[in-house]
């Protein structure tokens, strides 16, 4: 019975925990302003997010500067692309991707004094500044606030089950196994809450070209996600068979009870 008990404490652990650390990262991945604006080099490769700057710079300078609209828009992609851009935008990024996870409120504008560098023209710094179209998107807001609260719930249950698992069968294999199970949920949780919802599913949230700030981020760190999966993936599959021998060596080398019948009588 205590057995059993343990059991189930160690898969409400192992599960608890598993959601704490994949709802950890899915907050660095998709709700991490800080993280965007550290790779706006790799969010400014997101095609919706180039043409998004291009159109609102064009619409903006491209009478002002007396350039034809395809040709301005050539230098505003040619230029987001360098170091340079990805430099100036960083901060952009970073604003809009606030404004999107309803961390902003105030409106995202791109100033005179940027649209400068970004249509290399001097003549943009007499401008009033660009208002970037960028929403919030409620089910991300409602999202980050949930993970909030959730992951450390998660993370104090999943101890306290930990906890309680170990009090009530403290036999090393049955935790080992425990531990095991941990391990292999948490690298099934971190694929799926950290890589194929931020990439698949976000997207489907809202149809601006802001929202493609989380897959891009997602899919930088895809490397990173596989490394620490299969890692954690061999290392519980590798206990919870540890964990199995070891019940079987126990079973094996346990003594044999021979029980004699008490009442024989009627042989004699």
């Not at 987001?80 to 309803?102: C, F, K, N, Y």
């Not at 100033?111 to 009033?128: M, N």
């Not at 989380?214 to 996600?225: G, R």
């Not at 964990?243 to 346990?254: T, V």
């Amino acid at each position: 019975m205590r057995r059993g008990v343990a059991a189930v404490l160690f898969f409400v652990a192992a599960v608890c925990l598993a959601i704490a650390a994949a709802g950890w990262w899915l907050q660095r991945v998709a709700f991490d302003t800080s993280t965007s604006a550290e790779l706006a080099e790799v969010v400014l490769q997101e095609p919706a997010i180039r043409d998004e700057i291009a159109d609102v710079s064009v619409h903006a300078a491209a009478e002002t500067l007396g350039l034809p609209p395809d040709q301005l828009r050539a230098r505003v992609e040619q230029v987001v692309q360098t170091p340079e851009g990805s430099d100036l935008l960083r901060q952009i990024i970073a604003d809009s991707h606030a404004r999107l996870i309803g961390a902003r409120t105030e409106e995202v504008q791109i100033t005179g004094q940027q649209l400068v560098q970004i249509v290399r023209d001097e003549r943009a710094a007499a401008l009033p500044n660009i208002v970037l179209p960028v929403e919030e998107v409620a089910a991300l807001r409602i999202t980050d606030t949930v993970l909030d609260w959730a992951v450390p719930i998660a993370a104090i249950a999943g101890a306290v089950a930990l906890l309680l698992g170990f009090l009530a069968h403290p036999r090393k294999a049955d935790a080992v196994f425990g531990i095991g199970t941990f391990c292999i949920a948490a690298a099934i949780a971190v694929v799926v809450i950290g890589w194929l919802i931020p990439v698949y599913a976000v997207p489907e949230l809202n149809d601006s070209p802001w929202i493609s700030v989380i897959p891009a981020v997602a899919k930088h760190n895809l490397p990173f996600v596989l490394i620490i999966a299969g890692a954690l993936f061999i290392g519980g599959l590798g206990l919870m068979l540890s964990a199995e021998a070891a019940r079987r060596r126990r079973l094996w080398s346990a003594p044999i009870s021979v029980h004699r019948y008490g009442d024989q009588r009627h042989w004699s």
